[in-house]
């Protein structure tokens, strides 16, 4: 492939799978001037670190909003900035620390593009006249105010768990942990369980990755340390579980050693056995609210990737129907949807080394398959998908549910054998009114599984009467317009006429129980409009009332 040919390659891929622009991509459809361009490439560099990737991008010639390719006339080699200097010297000059970003220019759809592509800040922010940015929302700014990205870059490659505590001995380590971690070992290596029995723990240690030639480790200290060496570590280093329901509030911290303190969250979590009956059958499917690998997997996660730079705390939130896990930092590589399927396997951690111990000790999969594991085992026991909330910055929160949040969602997943997890996750969204993108639509249509119109989809007719579901089928459903104008039309032959909002209460309680006020009244717009240009109706803007034509 041609230098050409690859870079078209690259942004037509960028587009279609990311969609919009972000903190190390940006759309622009021809140059401005040369100070926004300094401030944009010191806001990418910054942008692709904090998101952990290698370059941002900057391309000319893509409508920001629409990305349509429509070509540029901007030529960087030839245009100056201020005093008639040349445009690459002068923000060569004025970003710091140096920046080796190149400049590229190439045909996609036979129209001109060019393309800044600027490495990744490393260990410090880059600046544009000693000032860095970032991208907030859809706007560039000024980056200091905001500490914890600034900490994150300051942090960037620097692997906090691998660092030795100069001041740590083995006698800081915790020996009942010591020994869970042997298990774990002797699980993860069968073949060396017998071997490591003639190991003394620093033996083990070292080999389990723990420590570095005798010397305690950061990780060494999280997972097996003693709870009253924590100080070593600095900062919060603890778990904390909190019970929030209507009728109960309670809570508890656990510090170090975390491959204890995991297991006691697990053991403060309220599960029991629930069931489930199909329809076509008179036994009940019983299950448990949480499953507890899940359950492992959701903090052991937490543990692994946590942002330790921040000094924030682990967080495990029990309502009455879910669980919620949520630690600092935001995905590292990727996102989440790229490891659903166990497709994906991460080529970077935030804090590898810590990463390599718990996959040593078997309380994680390093090959990406912990988040398929955890979606994979809700869909075998018939519950709602797991959710991961991305509208916080710098946070992982994921979400477990604990209950049936549609009962002909659940039956379906139980008297069906040949949906896969692709279509139960696709399902379970349109279950939640949560939107799916075309494809999705167009995946779920062709196996006639959903109804209804984008961005308003819902199970379909056949699922609902063979669950018994016709109703709330035909409330989801909705009334047509046409048996809405006809409805409005009968209406006006016995009343005369009609205000819109006596209109609005007439149709609200036929319309899909999905809409929402916005889109109700939209509706209800198009419906008049469609009748007055039919001739059918007409509109006394004196009286402010819609009025039957006479024939």
Known sequence: MDKNSQYAAILKSQIESIKKENRFLE???N?????RLGKYISALANGACLDNKEFGYLYFGIEDETLLIKGTTFDALRTKAKGNQDLELYLRQNITPKNNF???EFEADGKRIVVFIIPSAKEEPVC???IPYVRVDSSVTDMRPYSDWMRQIYNSHKDWTAEIVPEGTISDLDEKAINIARKGFAERFPDLSETMQTWNNETFLDKAKLTINGQITRTALLLVGKEESSYLLGGMRQIVWKLVTEQERAGEVFGIPFILATSKVKDKIRNYRMKIFPNNSLFPAEIWKYDTKTILEGMHNCVAHQDYSLGERIIVTEENDKLTFQNSGNFYDGEVEDY???EKTPKNYRNPFLVQAMLNLKMIDTQGNGIHSMFVRQKERYLPMPEYDKRVVDKVILTIPGKVISQEYSELLMERNDIDLTTAVLLDKVQKNEPITDEAATLLRRK???EGRKPNYYIAKFIATAMNQQVDYSQKKGF???????????????HKKLTKSQVRELLSPLLSKSLTDDKITNKIDNILRNLRAATVVYYDKDKKVWCIKET
């Not at 140059?31 to 100070?35: F, K, P, T, V």
């Not at 047509?480 to 016995?494: G, S």
Request: charged residues 25%; aromatic residues 12%.
């Open 128 to 130: 544009f006249f000693g």
């Open 31 to 35: 140059y401005q001037e040369a100070e």
């Open 27 to 29: 759309f622009k459809s």
């Open 480 to 494: 047509t317009d046409e048996q809405c104008m006809a409805l409005i039309i009968n209406a006006l032959k016995d």
């Open 340 to 342: 659903i399927n166990g």
């Open 448 to 450: 006639k599984l959903i």
């Open 102 to 104: 190149q400049i590229e």
